[in-house]
């Protein structure tokens, strides 16, 4: 009996070491589960910050070739639409460095990152493709690189900021799944198992204490984080992997302050930029009260892109940051200054009473910056004078943060286009009338694409000989639809969208091709051609230089008609310009003659071989001796200078008959011929002695007309 119970009391206690055995490994599985649960977590986790933060150095690299692209494309209008090759060695470097950050986050397991590494890579290839045109052509360099600035860099860079802002969410996400994994893993895992239970939730509060509780700190930093919010946020700090976390979310901090700084800040100025000035209209729209005004002001620097070919990107860079200072100092706490973009400012006053008192100021600042800008801004050792023109929009809270920004655009062009230095508020119709000018610019593009834009020709005859020794070259678009479009209706969007010498580069090729064919033919036409003062700015030597080159015509055959806003604006080398022309064998007339202020100082400051007698002094003629007497005068002097004169305008055989009796021999105008298109030209020309003897038989003076 003894020996049964003994065996008994031992069956219990090997029983009981069994169920404590069990229990203990049923506590060590928790344990082990737990651990897991927590490590993978924090695996993931720690995932996502690294993936952020491979995303903001994607981001950082893209800004640098953001800004390069713009820069150069800045320093590339003002010389005309050619790209600067100084700026090509550090997009190319930048690109190298960018790919090396998309490597890195190519390596990253995240699943939106197989579309940004293809959409970043695929843009630096572009750009890349668009550096290696062959042939080393500047110009069609800036326009790839310009339609890219366009087109994909904007969108790519709104791609990018939403994933550093999904990027910090994730992370969020992890971390949060750590933080409750505790407590769901007791309900469903620990139910009725006491002593697992105890030993579990004393392991699981060691792990809370050493590894949730930091990231509880890490959560709440990041929330801050997600709000914009930096300022007074704590996190763990330590050696281990949970302060390496906290370094790693302060560098997320730092990275995500400079993003924003990025997106939303001018580095140039130090300004907000357009895109903030965006955001804060919108707000203001959303939030001023029913009976509370505000406005838009742009202000644009006239004859901008003048100094800054004339003088290079650094100084024009220095002439926008001293404006800003004027501005800003005038400004006071009445606004906010915006870098808008470019050489335009924008500013946004908040809150006017009426529409007559944010007037009122729009124009006391209108008038302020003008009288002040009309004095110089010193840069280095140069007074440069500078001129703005203001568009003013504004707005009642019914109207919407776009349209009131694009009628601010259409005030300010229309202040340029009337000669600038003046400000303009704007109305429906301006909106109406910029939107067509946009319009007509994007056709403009696709009508250089298209090779749209042809030379016209208007016939100078030498009336004693009976013959037509040259042309004056006239552009006309001729649309895929056939008709033909004036110059006046597209000039001006012209010169104002930097397309000038896309359309100046096209006619001058076809003209001088046109030239030589007829030179072949036995017909040598001098080609004379309008310089205007935006021509001299986009780089016209080197268009005839290629011109010259592509064609073969005797350069001597070549002849630039200058006007006098050519020589008077004080920000073109034109002197320079025109020495060089001389040099490659161009003749120079200066066109309009008399109806400057300074005309007979041209004469003698400037190697002019000819002079053209402007129209209104030939219909003059009729009016009396004394304009009569002003033209005799003109060609007189033209001859004692060994100067050739040609009077234009030329409409009436009286006209003919009194500029022959003067000694004036080279006539042209619609007396003779209007423009006429390349194919048309060569039958005329043959033809002028028939059309003169037609005229001679109309004239009542036959004495004038030689033999």
């Known amino acids: 009996m003894a020996k049964r119970d003994q065996l008994t009391v031992r069956a219990k206690l090997l029983l009981m070491v069994a169920l404590m055995n069990g229990l203990l490994v049923l506590a060590a599985a928790f344990v082990v589960a737990r651990l897991f649960f927590v490590a ?12 952020f933060s491979n995303i903001t150095s994607v981001a950082e690299d893209l800004n640098a070739v953001r800004n390069t692209l713009n820069i150069g494309l800045r320093v590339g209008a003002g010389s005309g639409g050619v790209w600067p090759d100084n700026a090509t060695p550090l997009l190319r470097e930048q690109l190298s460095s960018l790919r090396v950050r998309v490597q890195l986050l190519s390596q990253d397991p995240q699943p939106d990152t197989a579309t940004l590494v293809g959409a970043v890579g695929g843009l630096a290839d572009e750009i890349d493709a668009a550096l290696r045109l062959p042939g080393a052509d500047a110009r069609a360099v800036d326009q790839a690189l ?3 600035g366009d087109q994909k860099m904007p969108a790519l860079w709104k791609t990018l900021l939403q994933s550093t802002r999904a990027e910090l969410t994730a992370v969020d996400t992890a971390q949060a799944q750590i933080a409750h994994g505790d407590i769901l893993a007791l309900q469903y895992g620990l139910v009725g198992i006491g002593l697992a239970l105890i030993v579990g939730l004393g392991i699981s509060y060691g792990i809370f204490d050493a ?9 709440r930093a990041l929330l801050q984080v997600l709000s914009g919010n930096f300022r007074g946020v704590s996190l763990p700090q330590g ?4 302060g390496a976390i906290g370094h790693v979310i302060e560098d997320i901090k730092a990275r995500s302050e400079h993003v924003h700084r990025l997106a939303y800040f001018d580095n140039l100025t130090g300004l907000p930029n357009r895109l903030r000035m965006a955001k804060d209209v919108g707000e203001i729209v959303r939030n001023i009260g029913d009976r509370r005004t505000f406005g838009v002001m742009l202000i644009g620097i006239d004859h901008f892109s003048a100094v800054s070919s004339g003088f290079g990107p650094r100084f024009g860079d220095e002439v926008i940051r001293q404006v800003c200072r004027r501005v800003e100092g005038r400004l006071g706490s009445d606004g906010r200054l915006y870098r808008y973009g470019g050489d335009m400012l924008g500013c946004v006053i908040r809150e006017c009473a009426s529409d007559k008192e944010i007037q009122a100021l729009a124009q006391e600042l209108t008038d302020t910056f003008s009288d002040e800008f009309r004095q110089t801004v010193h840069v280095g050792e140069l007074d440069v004078p500078l001129s703005v023109s203001i568009g003013v929009a504004l707005s009642l809270q019914s109207e919407r943060p776009d349209e009131i920004l694009t009628e601010a655009e259409a005030a300010l062009f229309e202040a340029k286009r009337r000669g600038g230095g003046g400000r303009v508020v704007a109305v429906r119709q301006l909106s109406e009338q910029f939107r067509r000018r946009l319009k007509v610019a994007d056709e403009i593009r696709k009508g250089i694409a298209a090779q749209e834009f ?3 020709y208007q016939p100078v005859i030498d009336v004693e000989r009976g013959v037509t020794v040259g042309v004056e070259t006239l552009v006309r678009w001729r649309r895929a639809d056939g008709r033909i479009t004036m110059p006046s209706e597209f000039i001006f969007v012209a010169e104002e969208s930097d397309l000038i010498r896309g359309i100046t580069e096209q006619v001058i090729h076809k003209a001088c091709l046109n030239g030589q064919t007829w030179r072949e033919q036995g017909l040598p036409l001098k080609l004379a051609f309008n310089m205007s003062a935006r021509l001299v700015q986009v780089g016209l030597q080197e268009i005839i230089v290629k011109a010259l080159e592509r064609s073969q015509i005797d350069p001597a055959l070549l002849e630039m008609e200058i006007t006098e806003t050519v020589l008077i604006n004080p920000h073109n080398d034109t002197e320079k310009l025109l020495l060089d022309l001389k ?23 400037f190697p002019v071989d ?6 209104t002094f ?26 050739d004169v040609v009077a234009e305008g030329i409409e009436t055989v009286e006209q003919l008959e009194q500029l022959r009796a003067m000694g004036c021999q080279l006539m042209q105008g619609w007396l003779f011929a209007a423009a006429l298109p390349a194919s048309a030209l060569p039958d005329w020309v043959r033809s002028t002695g028939s059309l003169l003897d037609g005229l001679r038989r109309k004239s009542k003076v036959t004495s004038i007309w030689g033999a």
């Open 40 to 51: 993978s977590n924090y695996a993931n986790f720690r995932e996502h910050t690294v993936h």
């Open 146 to 148: 310009a339609a890219i």
């Open 211 to 219: 590894v949730i509780r930091p990231l509880g700190d890490m959560h």
């Open 239 to 242: 050696d281990d992997e949970i």
């Open 454 to 456: 042809e030379p016209f």
């Open 583 to 605: 040099k490659l064998g161009l003749r120079l007339s200066l066109d309009d003659f008399g109806s400057g202020y300074s005309s007979m100082g041209y004469l003698s400051r």
């Open 610 to 615: 000819k002079i053209k007698i402007d129209a």
């Open 618 to 643: 030939v219909k003059s003629l009729g009016a009396g001796e004394k304009q009569r007497e002003i033209v005799a005068n003109m060609i007189r002097l033209a001859q004692r200078l060994n100067l």
